[in-house]
């Protein structure tokens, strides 16, 4: 059983950045993020190996969100720049212990999330 704590989630204007943090439990393999807006569904944000080597972004936050990890912490970071009200959403780390994917149900374990909100 792997647990997944979220932090690093806020109130913060259009333009701005913030960098959330996963600190997992045990050894985990690949990471993802994802993001669910009221009323909307999970969707895929980023993801990231173990070795941290290869990542894949969502086209909507390419270029202004950057997943990475520290494995000897047990934690996976997401920088978010260039923040925009769309963005607003509660954010979700998860743990897929087999591969990579932008699928939600590949993934083994999840936190608890962390809320972002974008003002205008």
């Known amino acids: 059983q792997v647990q997944l704590v979220e932090s690093g989630g806020g109130l913060v204007q259009a333009g701005d950045s913030l960098r959330l943090s996963c600190v997992a439990s045990g050894r985990t393999f690949s990471m993802g993020w994802f993001r669910q807006a009221p009323g909307k569904e999970r969707m895929f944000v980023a993801a990231i190996t173990w070795s941290g080597a290869n990542g894949l972004y969502a086209d909507s936050v390419k270029g202004r969100f950057t997943i990475s990890r520290d494995n000897a912490k047990n934690t996976v970071y997401l920088q978010l720049n260039s923040l925009k009200p769309e963005d607003t959403a509660v954010y979700y780390c998860?743990?897929?212990?087999?591969?990579?994917?932008?699928?939600?149900?590949?993934?083994?374990?999840w936190g608890q999330g962390t809320q972002v909100t974008v003002s205008s």
């Open positions: 998860a743990a897929d212990l087999r591969r990579m994917s932008l699928l939600a149900r590949d993934y083994d374990y």
